[in-house]
C-alpha cells in the first residue's frame, strides 16, 4: 500500500464503549487511561503515509478535544459504513436481521431501508451488532410517492403513517435513546428530477416536521449535497443533510467541498452527515472518443454508468478520512461484492474506520 503505516484494529469493537481501537501495527494510539479518561493520540499514527494532512488534522483536533473528558460523557466513534449494508436492489437479496458479509467486518454503520414490516428487526439486528443505523423510512423507488409526474406529499405521508404503530414507536425511541438509531432521512435527493421539480426546503421542512410527529427524538433529515436544492434558503426543522461526494464535483480537492458544507451547516444550524459515492464517484472518463474508459491504477473501473468510474483505495482513505472527522457520520454508496471483496479497499475502510473509532460522536440534531 505504498508504504502506508497500516493500523490492525484489535478488538475495537470491545471495550471503551464498545470502540477502543488498539493500535497492533507499533505505532501509537489512543488509549483508555488508568483513571478512565480518553488519552488521545496522534491521528497521524491512524492514518496512511499517503493520506491527506487535512484529514491527520481534523482527527487530531477532536481528539485533543475529547483528551481528559470521562469516557461515560464522550461517546467514541463516529458511525461509517455504506449504503444497502443489508442488501436490497443491485447489492444483493436483503435481510431485515442479516447484513453483507465481504468486506464489511470494518463497518459500524448501517445506511438502509426498512419498511413497517421489518424495522423492528432490523433494530434488533443492529443493535446486537453494535451498528448505527441511518434509517430511509420512506425510501424505494421514487414512484411511490408520485402523482401525475410529481411528488405526492400525502402519498409520502401515507407511507410514514405505516410506522405508526405502538411496537414501532417503542423500538424506535429507545434505539435513538440507546444509539442504536443515529437519524432518518426523509427524502434522497429532493433536486432530481423523478420528483417532478417541484421540491423545495419549505416542502422538506413538512417532511421532516411530520417525521417528528412519530418519533419527536428521531433526528429527521435529507439527502442532498449542499449546493443542490435552494442552496440560498434555509432549512428550519430538518436536522441534517446526507452531503456526498464525488471527484468530479471539485476535481479531488476535497477539503473545499468539506469546507462548503460545513459553511452552510453552520449558516443553517444543522448537521452534515457526509457520504462517499465509491461506486460513480472516482475520476470520469473524458475522453470523449465513444470508450467507456476507466484505467488503473488512476480508477478502480466503470462505474454503474458511462462516464464514471469507481473511487480508488488511496481515495476512499485520503476523501474518508477528511470528511469522516468533520460529520457527524460517514457512509458510501453503496454495497457492492466486486468493491468490498478487493484487499485494497478493505484495507483503506480499516483504515478509515480505526481513525474514526478514536473520535468522539457528534450528535446529528441541530442547535
Not at 434522497?188 to 420528483?195: A, I, K, Q, T
Request: with cysteine; hydrophobic share 40%.
Amino acid at each position: 500500500m505504498n508504504g502506508t503505516r497500516r493500523v490492525i484494529a484489535c478488538g475495537w469493537l470491545s471495550t471503551l464503549m464498545g470502540l477502543l481501537v488498539e493500535a497492533c501495527s507499533g505505532g501509537g494510539g489512543s488509549q483508555l487511561s488508568s483513571a478512565g479518561t480518553f488519552d488521545g493520540g496522534d491521528a497521524t499514527s491512524l492514518v496512511g503515509s499517503d493520506a491527506s494532512s487535512d484529514a491527520s488534522e481534523t482527527a487530531d483536533a477532536l481528539i485533543e478535544d475529547a483528551k481528559g473528558k470521562d469516557v461515560a460523557s464522550v461517546p467514541v466513534g463516529i458511525p461509517f459504513g455504506p449504503y444497502n449494508l443489508y442488501g436490497g436492489g443491485e447489492a444483493g437479496p436483503s435481510s431485515w436481521e442479516t447484513p453483507m458479509s465481504v468486506g464489511t467486518a470494518s463497518f459500524t454503520l448501517s445506511s438502509d431501508y426498512a419498511d413497517a414490516t421489518g424495522i423492528v428487526l432490523r433494530i434488533n439486528s443492529a443493535r446486537q451488532r453494535k451498528l448505527k443505523m441511518l434509517t430511509h423510512m420512506t425510501g424505494g423507488s421514487h414512484s411511490i410517492y408520485i402523482t401525475n409526474g410529481k411528488f405526492d406529499l400525502a402519498k409520502w405521508k401515507a407511507g410514514m403513517d405505516t410506522y405508526k404503530t405502538s411496537a414501532i414507536m417503542s423500538a424506535v425511541s429507545t434505539a435513538v435513546a440507546d444509539g442504536t438509531i443515529i437519524g432518518n432521512s426523509v427524502m434522497d435527493e429532493p433536486n432530481h428530477d423523478s420528483w417532478g421539480g417541484v421540491m423545495t426546503k419549505a416542502i422538506v421542512d413538512q417532511m421532516c416536521a411530520y417525521q417528528k410527529g412519530i418519533f419527536p427524538t428521531l433526528p429527521a433529515g435529507v439527502v442532498h449535497n449542499h449546493d443542490a436544492l435552494e442552496p440560498t434558503k434555509s432549512y428550519a426543522v430538518c436536522d441534517f443533510i446526507v452531503d456526498q461526494y464525488g471527484h468530479r464535483l471539485t476535481m479531488g480537492d476535497i477539503a473545499a467541498f468539506r469546507d462548503a458544507a460545513l459553511a452552510l451547516g453552520t449558516r443553517d444550524h444543522h448537521a452534515i452527515f457526509f457520504s462517499l459515492n465509491i461506486l460513480d464517484g472516482g475520476i470520469q472518463d473524458t475522453n470523449n472518443n465513444g470508450a467507456w474508459e476507466c484505467p488503473t491504477p488512476s480508477t478502480e473501473g466503470q462505474g454503474t454508468y458511462s462516464p464514471n468510474c469507481r473511487m480508488t483505495a488511496d481515495q476512499v482513505r485520503t476523501f474518508g478520512l477528511t470528511l469522516g472527522a468533520a460529520g457527524c457520520g460517514l457512509t458510501m454508496w453503496r454495497y457492492d461484492a466486486a468493491f468490498m471483496a478487493r484487499a485494497d479497499n478493505q484495507a483503506a475502510f480499516l483504515d478509515v474506520a480505526a481513525s474514526l473509532a478514536l473520535l468522539p460522536m457528534t450528535t446529528c440534531k441541530r442547535w
